[in-house]
């Protein structure tokens, strides 16, 4: 199985700062037939199921706000919240889809400093 | 609206067995991969395991901690996707989600307890 390792575990962000999660895959996630990394990013606020926020390491989902970034490929991915707002605060979740198991990393907590 | 909404958890006593459902409206459930995904108490995300649309096959793959005890169907004149899980332990006590991936229900509790 493919595994997952986020950093750091939580971060806590002043409101209007940029808030910035890593993602490292055991083996590369990048698929050749599309040009593109098998990897999403999910957002879980508290008692709420996840919220797929990116996939293919960078395309935003529809409704996603645009504070929301994703970048990287191969084994090393980034997820950007550009301007931290109270609603972002979350745990955040990266997930690779390139093979079977799709595995998630640990999770990373983001809170307001 | 776009939903999907899980049904059938409960305690359960270890080695038992529970099914649970999932009922999906607003999109072609018939032509949607689902996947089963749980969360235990306090932990992070685990992936259970997907079944395809029949017209791609409708073949299941299983995570290695549920294989060969868990069984995932659909029943697509229903819209209702299934998970069968035998032989519980308590390591499986999880909220279970139903996900295409982009929709998630709320999920349905699983505590296997003695």
């Known amino acids: 199985d493919i595994v997952m390792t986020q950093s750091p575990d939580s971060l806590a962000v002043s409101l209007g700062e940029r808030a910035t999660i890593n993602c490292k895959s055991s083996?590369?996630?990048?698929?050749?037939?599309?040009?593109?990394?098998?990897l999403a990013w999910f957002q879980q606020k508290p008692g709420q199921p996840p919220r797929l926020l990116i996939y293919w390491a960078s395309t935003r989902e529809s409704g996603v706000p645009d504070r929301f970034s994703g970048s990287g490929s191969g084994t090393d991915f980034t997820l950007t919240v550009s301007s931290l707002q109270a609603e972002d605060v979350a745990v955040y979740y990266c997930q690779q889809y390139y093979s079977i198991p799709p595995t998630f990393g640990q999770g990373t907590k983001v809170e307001i400093k | 609206e776009v939903q999907l909404v899980e049904s059938g958890g409960g305690l359960v006593k270890p080695g038992g067995s529970l099914r649970l459902s999932c009922a999906a409206s607003?999109?072609?459930?018939?032509?949607?991969?689902m996947s089963w995904v749980r969360q235990a108490p306090g932990k992070g995300l685990e992936w259970v395991g997907r079944i395809k649309s029949e017209t791609d096959g409708g073949t299941t793959d299983y995570a290695g901690p549920v294989k060969g005890r868990f069984i995932i169907s659909r029943d697509d004149s229903r819209n209702t996707l299934y998970l069968q899980m035998n032989s519980l332990k308590t390591e499986d006590t999880a909220v279970y989600y139903c996900?295409?991936?982009?929709?998630w229900g709320n999920g349905t509790t699983v505590i296997v307890s003695s």
């Open positions: 083996q590369s996630v990048f698929y050749s037939s599309k040009n593109k990394s098998s």
């Open positions: 996900t295409t991936v982009v929709t």
């Open positions: 607003g999109f072609t459930f018939s032509k949607a991969w």
